[in-house]
Nanobody
Framework: VQLQASGGGLVQTGDSLTLSCAAS????????MGWFRQAPGKERELVAA????????SYADSVKGRVTISRDNAKNTVFLQMNSLKPEDTANYYC???????????WGQGTQVTVSS
């Protein structure tokens, strides 16, 4: 299974950005998918996750109300819509897939998001 994230970049405070993660290889459409982020000197944080049906989502408190996770199972792709971005959102964002919202088996390379103040 390969996970390829894209869509990162340099934005200003208050801007919006949508990240995409495309899965390929022996990817099961029943996998939950999630977005993590890690900033230099900080621990990895689960930003958002979604079940394979898309009926259950989970968000970190730090992004609730600003971020929406969604998926297109026909394209094996998960999205992360981020609004009202803040400098503290600056991090390397990467996606993961697994059997549940708490079990992550596959990890992708990240895409850098930098929010300038």
């Amino acid at each position: 299974v390969q996970l390829q994230a894209s869509g990162g970049g340099l934005v200003q405070t208050g801007d919006s950005l949508t990240l995409s993660c495309a899965a390929s290889g022996r990817f099961s459409g029943t996998y939950a998918m999630g977005w993590f982020r890690q900033a230099p000197g900080k621990e990895r944080e689960l930003v958002a996750a979604i079940t394979w049906r898309g009926d259950v989502t989970s968000y970190a408190d730090s992004v609730k109300g600003r971020v929406t996770i969604s998926r297109d199972n026909a394209k094996n792709t998960v999205f992360l819509q981020m609004n009202s971005l803040k400098p503290e959102d600056t991090a390397n964002y990467y996606c993961a897939a697994g059997a549940s919202l708490k079990t992550w088996r596959y990890w992708g390379q990240g895409t850098q998001v930098t929010v300038s103040s």
